[in-house]
């Protein structure tokens, strides 16, 4: 049987812990800039500000024919928001499908609320967002947003805080002995 030390040092059997998915890689890689609860409270008000403005902006970005027919196709088309969601999940289903699944339908949720808001609410919005981001970080967590060392956390912020609000687990559950 394999031997590991454990926490008091001292040689025990092994520990029979699966290594992290990616999920939690990311997860816990994100976690740790957001550790305070004022922070954690910013994040709460400034990703969706800043996640509905984004898509309700890049909708405006559109090209082709419409989709579907009837009253609908001016609302379904093609737009950079819904390239950005549709990019953006196809990441997200790599690291997680079970968490992806209902995020992405919560995500499209925020796209339609932002695509619905006039220009000036989006642009509003979006600044907004970015301030109660820069207020957690300066103010409770004093330290730079965790894009800055990795750009993908800009994806990562907004699945991180969909996991928390549901309570989804972010490590798999410890086995009793």
């Not at 409270?41 to 909708?59: Q, R, T």
């Not at 968490?99 to 339908?105: Q, T």
């Not at 995500?107 to 642009?123: D, V």
Request: one cysteine or more.
């Amino acid at each position: 049987m394999l031997k590991t030390a454990g926490r008091s040092g001292t040689i025990g059997p092994a520990m029979n812990t699966p290594p992290k998915t990616r999920i939690e890689r990311w997860f816990d890689d994100y976690a740790a800039s957001h550790r305070h609860p004022g922070n954690k409270l910013c994040h709460s008000i400034g990703i969706p500000l800043i996640a509905i403005s984004l898509m309700g902006m890049l909708s405006r970005w559109n090209w082709g024919p419409p989709l579907g027919m009837g009253s609908a196709s001016a609302w379904i088309g093609w737009d950079a928001g819904l390239i950005l969601w549709a990019l953006a999940g196809a990441w997200y289903l790599t690291l997680d499908w079970k968490l992806a699944l209902p995020y992405l339908l919560f995500a499209l949720g925020w796209y339609g609320m932002g695509k619905s808001l006039p220009l000036g609410w989006q642009l509003g919005l979006f600044a907004v967002g970015w301030i109660f981001q820069g207020v957690g970080h300066r103010v409770f967590e004093k330290n730079s947003p965790a894009f800055f060392s990795n750009v993908r956390h800009l994806l990562i912020g907004p699945f991180w805080l969909f996991a928390t609000w549901i309570g989804y687990p972010r490590t798999a559950p410890s086995e009793e002995a």
